[in-house]
């Protein structure tokens, strides 16, 4: 059982304490009292250093695409790191990964690779404003798009400073830099004219919009097609260009959130899964733009992009081989995965008269103990303060779910990976209704 002060994942805690600051590398792994530290894992389930074993569905925020260890994938990566870890020259692997992504994404002819979705999302908006000459960069109050200072604005501001819910006021996070507020403008989610004035207002110092069509820690908003529709309009007109960050909506589609709205973003900042569970990111977009501010053939390269790790090869090689693998028919199969946890989680709140939403498309399920989470950051700040009692529920039905095998994202996000199966989903719904049972 979780916690148990017994365990060694408590013993390891211990040690990590005097050498991490609070035990820890990354605040999104971390709970009370302690983590659970893993010892490895096999397709869709993993192991604990205490021996457990659960089923995988958060899949390194997303990351796995494939679950743990998929023989071609660690096959690929073998046999690469026994040719060549890291080396100060390009390979091949580069331009096959480049190819699969081209020929998927409708807005992405061209793409430069980075080592994570931070980097992918910083150079976006650095070629946005490079190749404008202009300084500001729109984003959706709320959302999450990694550390970069620019793009960090505003993803979970004090509701003391926000300001006017019309004119919402940039709030930097701790330790950005004194510019970084003033460089971003905010728009509410989904409110399409409010959104259509704020750019408007600001269109000739507009250099990008950037956008997560599925918006996460809004307890999976998706951007409305009215609403890309409008910013693709407005990016257009005022000579801003528009960003997707794909890094979490490539799973979206088979073409990404793009293929799947049929919207065409300039730019694309992605991650995760072209990595094949190697750490990745990248930034691609129109040939025109790319080309302009990143060929370096005649001499100085308008956007100088260094990166010791860039396009590794061990990277390279693991996403081409994840890539491939998760064509159309995984991809449809892991969609209809995410319908029947949906559709069963639906259920087990109708069961049991539980109050609660699911939300979320293809393998990205939100399950949260509130009814209707969603809408701007506003609202579901709102609704957090209408519901006090949801984070709490939250908190036990993810206990629940770790002492019955099951590992989940603790505010209620499922993202599943192709080694699941069907029987592992009614497994998750079996025990979600005993779950809300004891809430
Ligand atoms: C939408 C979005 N953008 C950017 C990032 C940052 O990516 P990384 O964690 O690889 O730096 C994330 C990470 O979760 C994300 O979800």
């Known amino acids: 059982m979780f916690p148990n002060e017994k365990s060694k994942s408590a013993a390891l805690y211990e040690q990590a304490l005097k050498v991490l600051p609070g035990g820890n590398s990354r605040h999104t792994v971390f709970f009370q009292p302690y983590p659970i530290y893993a010892a490895r894992g096999e397709g869709a389930r993993i192991w604990d250093v205490d021996g457990v074993s659960r089923l995988d569905f958060i899949n390194n925020y997303s990351a796995l695409i494939h679950g743990h260890n998929h023989p071609e994938i660690v096959a690929a990566i073998i046999a690469q790191a026994q040719k060549l870890l890291a080396i100060s020259l390009p390979t091949p692997n580069e331009i096959d990964l480049a190819n699969i992504i081209c020929e998927r994404l409708p807005g992405v002819d061209q793409v430069r690779f980075t080592n994570s979705g931070t980097e992918g999302v910083m150079m976006s908006i650095k070629a946005a404003r490079a190749y404008t000459g202009r300084r500001l960069i729109a984003k959706v109050e709320g959302a999450y798009h990694g ?76 951007a409305t097609p009215d609403y890309l529709a409008m910013l693709r309009e407005e990016t257009s007109s005022s000579g801003a260009l528009l960003i997707f960050d794909e890094v979490y909506s490539l799973r979206l589609g088979y073409g990404g959130a793009q293929g799947a709205t049929g919207i065409v973003p300039d730019l694309s900042a992605m991650g995760k899964i072209i990595g094949g569970g190697l750490p990745v990111g990248a930034v691609g977009g129109r040939e025109d733009i790319m080309t302009a501010l990143f060929d370096p053939r005649k001499g100085k390269a308008k956007l100088g992009h260094g990166g010791t790790y860039n396009a590794n090869p061990m990277t390279m090689a693991a996403g081409a081989v994840a890539m491939r693998l998760f064509d159309r028919a995984a991809f449809d199969r892991l969609s209809a995965l995410g319908d029947r946890l949906r559709a069963g989680l639906s259920e087990a709140l109708a069961i049991t008269r539980a109050e609660g939403s699911v939300r979320g498309a293809t393998s990205m399920v939100g399950f949260f103990h509130m009814p209707g989470r969603g809408g701007t950051y506003r609202d579901t700040i709102r609704s957090r303060l209408a519901y006090p009692e949801a984070a709490v529920k939250a908190e036990k039905f993810f206990r629940y779910m770790l002492n019955n095998g099951v590992l989940m994202g603790a505010p209620g996000f499922f993202v599943l990976s192709t080694a699941l199966t069907e029987g592992d989903i009614d497994y998750v719904l079996d025990h979600a209704v005993k779950a809300l049972r004891t809430l």
């Open 147 to 222: 550390s970069d200072d620019t793009a960090s604005v505003s993803t979970n501001p004090n509701t003391a400073l926000w300001g006017e819910e019309l004119a919402p006021v940039s709030v930097p996070e701790m330790g950005s830099g004194p510019g970084a507020a003033a460089d971003v403008i905010l728009l509410p989610m989904n409110q399409t004219e409010a959104s259509r004035a704020i750019l408007r207002a600001h269109s000739a110092q507009l250099a990008g919009v950037i956008i997560d069509p599925l918006v996460k820690n809004l307890g999976y908003e998706m």
